[in-house]
């Protein structure tokens, strides 16, 4: 157990008890407090940081539009910005003269940050992705406060804070603004936008409810996809790279499967030798670091008192190489 400021963590990495903390469904554990108090800005109140009735009213909405036969919808808007990204460097290799050194990350984040806006907005995907860079200053302005924990320091007018009250208003308004141009046009869009629109819409909620449902459920759909996919693909093609063999057999299967085709769902599925490869990065280099939750009530978990209020974290990292479970080779790459 440990402290940062004021916030109390018990650090839990006993697979069992991970595992109860993770098939857990009562209410008496939920989301972090702190993460709403120090990271409002920028991820609002909504199915990241919400509990109770409020979080299974978000779920209830954003499920089903999340369910493997809509994704598989997605793959041709997926083709269009990795078709986008593929053209990008090749250009740049043709530049170079049929060789050139390419900084993946920050294209790869773009990337995924292009799939999600053409999900979300599909024929408003230009503001979407105003928003997404929008978002993205955001977030690292607020990387940059180091004061997690200090009561009353989020609401001191300081460098830092305007600048995150700034974005944050211009998140809000560019997405309120394509919200009403959506709802001008009657346009029948199949985006994630328009499930959100009819989730607040059956929700009776107020006027400023319903424009905060609105705003705070677009940013999640942002922040929980762009960078943790963006982070598994680097380091997923990293891997690939630093062991060619590998790289060999995954490309020889895609060969196999597509015969020169444009990849779709059906071909995806199909490709075994791929999956692995995804899992074994996954093991090795989550793209989150710590899944935590916070007791609600004071609560037993395997024979461990925990207090109300108390924060629980579990370090994936740490989980991902024990060799009670994973053995002796967990430090290799052994898909």
Known sequence: MF????????????????????TCTSLDLGKPSYQQRERGPLIGHDILTSDGAVWTHNRKILAPELYMDKVKGMVGLIMKSIETLLNSWKSMIEKEGGIADIKIDEDV??????????ACFRSNYIKGEEIFLRLRALQEAMSKKIFLGIPGMRYIPNKHNRNAWALEKDVRNLILKV?????????NEKDLLQMVLEGAKNSKLSKEATDNFIVDNCKNLYLAGYETT????????????????????????????????TPDADMIQKMKQMTMVIHESLKLYPPVLVVSREALADMELRGIHVPKWMNIWSLLATLHIDPENWGQDRLKFNP
Do not use: Y
């Open 230 to 261: 963006a982070v598994s693909a680097v380091w997923c093609l990293m891997l690939l790279a630093a062991n060619p063999d590998w790289q060999d057999r995954v490309r020889d299967e895609v060969f196999e499967i597509c015969k020169e085709r």
């Open 3 to 22: 402290s940062l400021f004021n916030t109390q963590i018990l650090h839990v990495n006993e697979p069992e008890i991970v595992r109860e903390i993770a």
């Open 179 to 187: 919200v009403s141009d959506r709802k001008e046009s009657s346009a």
């Open 109 to 118: 984040r773009s990337f995924s940050g292009d799939v999600i806006s053409r």
